[in-house]
Nanobody
Framework: QVQLTESGGGLVQAGGSLRLSCATS????????MGWFRQAPGKEREFVVA????????YYADSVKGRFTISRDNAKNTVYLQMNSLKPEDTAVYYC????????????????WGQGTQVTVSS
């Protein structure tokens, strides 16, 4: 079992920045691709960004390209999401996920999920 714990959410003004972290307790963290998804009230969960198991490949939703950056530190079993130039439409609960199969863009391909952290961007 892999436990994921997100942190770093909060309230920020438009144009500001936040850095989310996702820590995992499992030593085999470095064998998993890691992704961030988000879900706004009344909307479906959507893909935001993902990173391959070794950090060699990253994948971004068009809506966050150029503003968000994902990275991972396998020595610390942690993945990070740096969010810059935040917009009110980025407001959502952000979820960290870990998976070892299939296309990283689809939530069904992730096996483990964190509890989520709220990000609120005020205009």
């Amino acid at each position: 079992q892999v436990q994921l714990t997100e942190s770093g959410g909060g309230l920020v003004q438009a144009g500001g920045s936040l850095r989310l972290s996702c820590a995992t307790s499992r030593r085999t963290f470095n064998s998993y691709a890691m992704g961030w998804f988000r879900q706004a009230p009344g909307k479906e969960r959507e893909f935001v960004v993902a990173i391959s198991w070794n950090g060699g490949n990253t994948y971004y939703a068009d809506s966050v390209k150029g503003r968000f950056t994902i990275s991972r530190d396998n020595a610390k079993n942690t993945v990070y999401l740096q969010m810059n130039s935040l917009k009110p439409e980025d407001t959502a609960v952000y979820y960290c996920a870990a998976g070892q199969r299939g296309d990283v863009y689809y939530s069904r391909n992730y096996d483990y999920w964190g509890q989520g952290t709220q990000v609120t961007v005020s205009s």
